[in-house]
T-cell receptor
Framework: QQPVQSPQAVILREGEDAVINCSSS?????VHWYRQKHGEAPVFLMI?????EQKGHDKISASFNEKKQQSSLYLTASQLSYSGTYFC????????????FGQGTRLTINP | DAGVIQSPRHEVTEMGQEVTLRCKPI?????LFWYRQTMMRGLELLIY????????DSGMPEDRFSAKMPNASFSTLKIQPSEPRDSAVYFC?????????????FGDGTRLSIL
């Protein structure tokens, strides 16, 4: 039931673009995206809801494809500060509802 | 505003000892979550509370783990007896509501090492 993220790791030069995918075998109700820097807590980025919604946060945006049970995070013109590990969390409902996180995608931005 | 506060930040103890981790959620938040993060298993939900009541503890690994929330501003996660495989970073998070559109706010975590 854990969502699968791809790629596991990516290395970019500053200014390049990146896409991180999050796929689930279960029906998606919502997808949460977080970024965690080394030794720090995960920090909330955005939430995507059912309906193919696309959201943006600075030069970071995301989409939600309910039919494909997938969400993608887009990082445009990456900055050094974007480095970190990105996690998607999918809301599942099995009796109680819970947020299940993917294994993370490590993003490294080099100057 | 103060975020989620966890203590201690680091804990090193010997196998068999009791360990207590503490969490103060953001004031007004009605949901509190305990997560464990390891390289092998990633970020796992252990248990969560709504209005101080445990809702789902299916992620608690075994009876050695217990969690309480005696009031809206305090929660503990206890491990007794501790084992080396319990070494991990333990995060507490809180949210206002839970479901599709409520973000979770994480504390800085407790890095636990069991020798």
């Amino acid at each position: 039931q854990q969502p699968v993220q791809s790629p596991q790791a990516v290395i970019l030069r500053e200014g390049e673009d990146a896409v991180i995918n999050c796929s689930s075998s279960k029906a998606l109700y919502s997808v949460h995206w977080y970024r965690q820097k080394h030794g720090e807590a995960p920090v909330f980025l955005m939430i995507l809801l059912k309906g193919g919604e696309q959201k943006g946060h600075d030069k970071i945006s995301a989409s939600f494809n309910e039919k494909k049970q997938q969400s993608s995070l887009y990082l445009t013109a990456s900055q050094l500060s974007y480095s970190g590990t990105y996690f998607c969390g999918t809301l599942i409902i099995q009796g109680a509802q819970k947020l299940v996180f993917g294994q993370g995608t490590r993003l490294t931005i080099n100057p | 505003d103060a975020g989620v506060i966890q203590s201690p930040r680091h804990e090193v103890t010997e196998m068999g000892q009791e360990v207590t981790l503490r969490c103060k959620p953001i004031s007004g938040h009605d949901y509190l979550f305990w997560y464990r993060q390891t390289m092998m298993r990633g970020l796992e939900l252990l248990i969560y509370f709504n209005n101080n009541v445990p809702i789902d503890d299916s992620g608690m690994p075994e009876d050695r783990f217990s969690a309480k929330m005696p009031n809206a501003s305090f929660s503990t996660l206890k491990i007794q007896p501790s084992e080396p495989r319990d070494s991990a970073v333990y995060f507490c998070a809180s949210s206002l509501g839970f479901g599709g559109n409520q973000p979770q706010h994480f504390g800085d975590g407790t890095r636990l090492s069991i020798l």
